[in-house]
């Protein structure tokens, strides 16, 4: 089997009835996307992955409404959010009812739900009178693919089918909240920035994303998002050398041989940096280089999302 690419959203509406896996665009990263409700549909994505059972999948609802079957509850503070950032990029971590499969959920009390703003996607999600489990369409660990080409590259053969929607406009994964007494936790940083988040609240919520307050094993996810090149974070001491590739966000220094750079963003945007870096780690990835170098984000903003994830991508080459 090769995987097409397809814009035809009646098709992946059709493959997902009949209980195939596709690879389905996203406003933060592609996905790899199944009937929720067909446990063993579920179970492919994990065999595709390779992702261990133990780490739970989120389901995409066309809205809240939708999705009431599957929660027990949803909180006013989680409300307030919904309310402001969604459909959009955060998901939110809510107790389940007995409607949703046990290997959604890895056999935890709850369940991450999500009402994401990607046009065709929506459009899919109201054809179907299911909900979708999708985590991020790459290999477990690999780093997540912004475009469909790039799901085509990590996944060719695996499914049958990619709905080509773009380049996401995010690029990196959904924020994810849950509510702990009564305040909100920030359970993975995400395309959300927290400051955004703060100010809907008016506090600061505590972020929770530590290996040890994960619900996941521990050290599973540590090293995350990481390229095969090795990749570790630039500074003033590093020099050019042949055979290195270098990630700038806006300028190259001078002595960088271009050929061996990439820049993240021309204006020197920090959204910009975060829509363009997965797909830039990946193409730089296959251009053979020894090493790769990539600048620390200043922790502000949605760099601080940026530098959670490229302290994971980095820790396994430290
Ligand atoms: P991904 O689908 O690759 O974006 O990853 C989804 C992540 O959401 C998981 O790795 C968990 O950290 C988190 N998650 C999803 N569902 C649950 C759940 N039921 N309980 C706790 N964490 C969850
Ligand atoms: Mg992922």
């Known amino acids: 089997m090769t995987t097409h690419l397809t814009r035809d959203i009646s098709k992946i509406a059709e493959a997902l009835r009949f209980g195939q896996t596709v690879g389905i665009p996203t406003e933060t990263v592609y996905g790899l996307a199944a009937n929720a409700l067909n446990e063993q549909a579920v179970a492919s994505i994990f065999s595709i992955k390779g992702r261990p059972t133990s780490n739970p999948l989120i389901l995409h609802f066309y809205n809240l409404e939708q999705a009431r079957p599957y929660m027990e509850e949803f909180q006013e503070e989680l409300y307030l959010l919904e309310q402001h950032f969604c459909p959009g990029p955060i998901t939110f971590l809510v107790a389940k009812t007995p409607r949703v499969p046990e290997i959604i959920t890895a056999g935890l009390p709850r369940v991450a739900v999500r009402f994401p703003s990607h046009p065709m996607l929506r459009t899919l999600l109201a054809e179907l009178d299911f909900p979708l489990a999708a985590p ?120 960088f041989p271009h050929l061996q750079c990439t820049v993240l963003s021309q204006g020197g945007d920090l959204r910009e940096v975060a829509r363009n870096l997965y797909r830039s780690l990946i193409e730089m990835d296959a251009k053979g280089f020894q090493q790769l170098y990539i600048e620390k984000p200043e922790p502000m903003g949605i760099g601080l999302t940026l530098l959670d994830r490229l302290n994971r991508a980095t820790a396994k080459f430290q």
């Open 136 to 255: 991020s369409a790459n290999k477990y660990g690999a780093v997540s693919p912004t475009q469909a080409l790039q799901v085509k590259e990590q996944l060719n053969g695996l499914i049958p089918f990619v709905l080509d929607g773009g380049p996401c406009s995010f690029g990196l994964e959904s924020t994810i909240v849950g509510v702990e007494g009564q305040k909100v936790v920030i359970y993975r940083l995400g395309s959300i920035p927290l400051d955004d988040i703060s100010v809907v609240l008016g506090y600061i919520p505590e972020i929770k994303n530590q290996t040890s307050a994960s619900p996941l094993a521990p050290g599973m996810v540590k090293f995350h998002y990481a390229p095969n090149t090795p990749l570790k974070y630039f500074d003033a001491s590093v020099r050019a050398k042949e055979g290195i590739g270098y990630l700038f966000y806006q300028n190259i220094p001078d002595g």
